[in-house]
C-alpha cells in the first residue's frame, strides 16, 4: 500500500502566503512523478502543479509566477509554496504521485487533501 499525507493547509489572508507538504510512504520502489491538485467547492479537480524532475515542471495559468512545487532532500516528499494567495485559490489541495510499487505495479496514488482558505 502507499500513503500520501499532506500538511500546511490553513485560513491565509489575501496577499499571504501558506507552504504545503505532502509525504509518500509504504511499498514504493520508486516515484515518477508528484503533483498537486485543487477542488474548490461546486468546481472540478483541476492540476495546479506536476514534477517530474527539478527541471521538468508544469503550472495551471491561473498559479504561474505565484506557486512553486519542489521535492524535499527526504525521499518522496513535495512541497508547493504559495504566495500571494487570492480568494480564488481557496480550495482542498490534494497530492498525487504515480508511483511504481515493490510489487511491480503502477499506481496514481491520492493523499486526502488539506483545506486552504484566503480570506479577510
Known amino acids: 500500500q502507499v500513503q500520501l499525507v499532506e500538511s500546511g493547509g490553513g485560513l491565509v489572508r489575501p496577499g499571504g502566503s501558506l507552504r504545503l507538504s505532502c509525504a509518500a510512504s509504504?511499498?514504493?520502489?520508486?516515484?515518477?512523478?508528484m503533483a498537486w491538485y485543487r477542488q474548490a467547492p461546486g468546481k472540478q479537480r483541476e492540476l495546479v502543479a506536476r514534477?517530474?524532475?527539478?527541471?521538468?515542471?508544469s503550472y495551471a495559468d491561473s498559479v504561474k509566477g505565484r506557486f512553486t512545487i519542489s521535492r524535499g532532500n527526504a525521499k518522496n516528499t513535495v512541497f508547493l509554496q504559495m504566495n500571494s494567495l487570492k480568494s480564488e485559490d481557496t480550495a482542498v489541495y490534494y497530492c498525487?504521485?504515480?508511483?511504481?510499487?515493490?510489487?511491480?505495479?503502477?499506481?496514481?496514488?491520492w493523499g486526502k487533501g488539506t483545506l486552504v482558505t484566503v480570506s479577510s
Open positions: 509504504g511499498t514504493i520502489l520508486s516515484i515518477n512523478a
Open positions: 514534477m517530474i524532475s527539478p527541471g521538468n515542471t
Open positions: 498525487n504521485a504515480a508511483v511504481l510499487t515493490t510489487d511491480g505495479y503502477g499506481m496514481d496514488s
